[in-house]
Nanobody, 119 residues
Framework: QVQLVESGGGLVQAGGSLRLSCAAS????????MGWYRQAPGKQRELVAR???????NYADSVKGRFTISRDNAKNTAYLQMNSLKPEDTDVYYC?????????????WGQGTQVTVSS
C-alpha cells in the first residue's frame, strides 16, 4: 500500500559528496519519521540519520558534521546530503519511514541503494 523509492547512490571518491532521496507514495495519512539505515553485507544494521515530524534530527556519531538529513513534506520525500565521504561509509543504505495509513502505524523500508566510496 505504501512504497519507498530510493535514489542517489553511486560511486564517489573519498572527500566527495552524494545526495540520497527517499520518496514515499501510496495510502499515506501522515509520516512520523523518515531516515536511513546502512548495512553492509555481513554487518549489523545501524541508524545513519533520522528526521522526526517535528523537525528533530538524529545522526550516528560517525556521520555527525558530514551528513545532513532534510525533508520536503509536500513531496513526502527525505534527503540525505552526504559530504566528506569516507571509504568507511561504503554500505547499502536503506530508507525507512514510520507512516500512519488507514489509522494504523507502519514501518516501511526501501529496497536499498549502494554507496561506494573509493580511497
Amino acid at each position: 500500500q505504501v512504497q519507498l523509492v530510493e535514489s542517489g547512490g553511486g560511486l564517489v571518491q573519498a572527500g566527495g559528496s552524494l545526495r540520497l532521496s527517499c520518496a514515499a507514495s501510496g495510502s499515506i495519512f501522515s509520516i512520523n519519521a523518515m531516515g536511513w539505515y546502512r548495512q553492509a553485507p555481513g554487518k549489523q544494521r545501524e541508524l545513519v540519520a533520522r528526521i522526526i515530524s517535528g523537525g528533530t534530527t538524529n545522526y550516528a556519531d560517525s556521520v555527525k558534521g558530514r551528513f545532513t538529513i532534510s525533508r520536503d513534506n509536500a513531496k513526502n520525500t527525505a534527503y540525505l546530503q552526504m559530504n566528506s565521504l569516507k571509504p568507511e561509509d561504503t554500505d547499502v543504505y536503506y530508507c525507512n519511514a514510520n507512516i500512519i495509513s488507514k489509522k494504523f502505524e507502519y514501518n516501511y523500508w526501501g529496497q536499498g541503494t549502494q554507496v561506494t566510496v573509493s580511497s
